[in-house]
Structures are given as structure tokens and as C-alpha cells.
């Protein structure tokens, strides 16, 4: 008996085992998000169609970007996940994706947040996105 706890406590011990040189989804702060967003003005009317998205602005890392994904609204940090803060890193919209003009020009889907075309460690940082009603919508961390 002491001999299989002896066993499942260094299994245990090895399975804890952290390596955060491989997977560094560390880069991204978590600073207060906290906007309102009314897609009956006239800079955010464009959400009310599918596949649309806008990008806001002194909140997150790099402003968020918001997107019309169908049947809710999704909201995303505008600043690649996988590059220290830079002027490099915030992202631009292409379409329904997002793109980091790095010398890697990492790409993200703006509907699930993961990487388009080559595997990264980190996909996008998501704020919650809660209806309020009359077509508006309070994004937050």
C-alpha cells in the first residue's frame, strides 16, 4: 500500500509540473474593461449584421475589437496574446480576423478567438459581453 501512494504522489508531483517557457500566455495584463456599447449609434450600427466588427479604443491592452459572430456579440483584447505590448501588436481588423503587423503578422479569428493558418500557444483574450437591452450591451472583465 505505502508503495502505490508513494507511486501516485510522484505522479502527482510530475503532472504539477509547470513550463512556462513553452507556453507564455503571460503577456496580456488584466486591466479594467468596462464600456457600453448601443448599436442604434451611428459608430457601432454596423454590429447589427453579421461578420461586422468595430474596434474601440483606451480599454484593455490594446482597445478591443467587437464582432457581430451571429447569433451574440463577441469581444476580444485588440492586442496579440503571443507579443509583449508593442506598437506592433495591436491588431488591425481584416475581414472577420485580426492581424498584428509583427515582422510574424500573427492572425486570429475574430469568431473563436484562436490562431488562422499557423498553431500559437495563446488565443485572443475575451471580455464578457452581457445584454442590456434596447440594443445595447455592457462589455466587461
Known sequence: MKQ???VLSLLLLVACSKNDSI???NYL???GVNVTVNLNLPQ???LQFTGNSVYIANQGNGGIIVINAGSNLRAWDASDPNHPPSTCSVMQIVGANAKC???DENEYSLFIGSSVGSSLPCGLKEYRV???GNNSYSITN
Do not use: E, R
Open 29 to 31: 495584463l488584466n486591466l
Open 130 to 132: 452581457t445584454p442590456l
Open 44 to 46: 457601432y450600427s454596423q
Open 101 to 103: 503587423s509583427c515582422a
Open 23 to 25: 507556453n507564455n500566455c
Open 4 to 6: 502505490v501512494l508513494a
